[in-house]
């Protein structure tokens, strides 16, 4: 099983840029992405259920980011736009194999990395000022 995360980039204030997940080896009921800025805990961005569509988003990016599931090709994609300084970090995507749709509502985001089985390897996300 792995996790291709691509997309990333250096870009400014205001900017979008869409970031790519694939998933091969086997499919997932949910993808998500998280980040970790320098210095700071990994947090949770966002996640999708492949099947169904349920989304998932931290208070700090709704209305700002934008997840969605292609479940024929097993990539997750997070579109960001008006991208803040605050925004820069190593964005991981992750892949859960157990839950999916509205069994994430409730859950506290703190918690959900915890659920994750699988992770990919990372993109640097960098907004100037």
């Known amino acids: 099983v792995q996790l291709q995360a691509s997309g990333g980039g250096l870009v400014q204030a205001g900017d979008s840029l869409t970031l790519s997940c694939v998933a091969s080896g086997r499919p997932f009921y949910t993808m998500g992405w998280f980040r970790q800025a320098p210095g700071k805990e990994r947090e949770f961005v966002a996640l999708?259920?492949?099947?169904?569509?349920?989304?998932v988003y931290a208070d700090s990016v709704k209305g700002r980011f934008t997840i969605s599931g292609d479940n024929a090709r097993n990539t997750a994609y997070l579109q960001m736009n008006s991208l803040r300084p605050t925004d820069t970090a190593v964005y991981y995507c992750a892949a859960d194999r157990y839950k999916y749709g509205s069994s994430w509502y409730g859950e506290a985001a703190e918690d959900l990395k915890n659920y994750f089985d699988y992770w990919g390897q990372g993109t640097l996300v960098t907004v100037s000022s």
């Open positions: 999708v259920s492949m099947s169904g569509g349920t989304t």
